[in-house]
């Protein structure tokens, strides 16, 4: 279910195996006891979940193929799940990172707790063909989604500061006397990517994108490419 709805299932079975040991991992956390049995209260979580009926009409004549697939990579997992210092930890993941997935250490106060997620190189995310992505639109389409969606009055909406990591991902985002956060600037444009940048040409905004998702922890499509290369999970 969780896995299905996750990662593309045309990944190798050693992509799907790590999967879904993070997700393992990640609903452990999660569990509560109810009425005698553990059940999995973060509505998040249920939310990324499809049934068997959902992947039959998704993937039609593929579908048997793909959820024998899934369903091994479960299986031979079974039990295995992620631990840093003895806890279970909440390991992310995203498709594709900008080349490095993110530092956490440089958004959060107490980094002794988030060992497990320093930054590594993703060079295959680089390479990927749908690596770099772009989002054009006139001036004016660009200021009513701000006003919309980020709630801008402002009327100066041509001074717009974008503040970036270490690793050209985005932090926050100034917007005349407002300051949003990287992410929620990302959502408002629907944006595949929290790497991004802006450029103004005549009287249009094109948004360039760099990987696909938040770009913390487990890159998807690396992990693939190194599996194609003989790596287990």
């Excluded at 992509?15 to 956390?29: D, E, G, M, P, Y």
């Excluded at 005549?202 to 003989?230: D, L, P, V």
Aim: aromatic share 10%; proline share 1%; with cysteine.
């Amino acid at each position: 279910g969780m896995v299905a709805a996750t990662i593309p299932a045309e990944y190798t079975l050693e992509t799907l195996k790590a999967q879904a040991i993070i997700l393992r991992s990640f609903s452990v956390t999660y569990m509560e006891k109810e009425e005698g049995k553990k059940i999995i209260k973060d509505r998040f979580l249920r939310e990324y979940y499809l049934s068997e009926q959902n992947c039959e009409q998704i993937w039609s004549e593929s579908a048997v193929e793909h959820l024998q697939k899934i369903r091994q990579a479960v299986e031979e997992t079974k039990g295995i799940v992620m631990v840093c210092d003895g806890d279970v930890i909440k390991p992310p993941f995203c498709r594709m990172t900008n080349g490095s997935t993110r530092d956490i250490t440089e958004y959060v106060v107490h980094k002794e707790l988030y060992d497990y997620m320093k930054s590594v190189s993703c060079k295959e995310d680089e390479m990927a063909e749908d690596a770099v992505q772009y989002v054009e639109m006139t001036q004016k389409e660009f200021e009513e989604t701000i006003r919309k969606k980020l709630g801008v009055e402002d009327k100066n909406l041509d001074k717009i500061t974008i503040y970036k990591d270490s690793l050209n991902y985005v932090k926050t985002v100034e917007i005349g006397e407002a300051q949003f956060d990287g992410e929620e600037f990302r959502k408002a444009f629907g944006l595949n990517s929290s790497s991004y940048s802006l450029e103004k040409i005549n009287n249009n905004i094109e948004i360039q994108t760099r990987g696909i998702g938040h770009g913390y922890g487990f890159s998807q499509h690396t992990a693939n490419e190194m599996a194609k290369n003989g790596n287990n999970y």
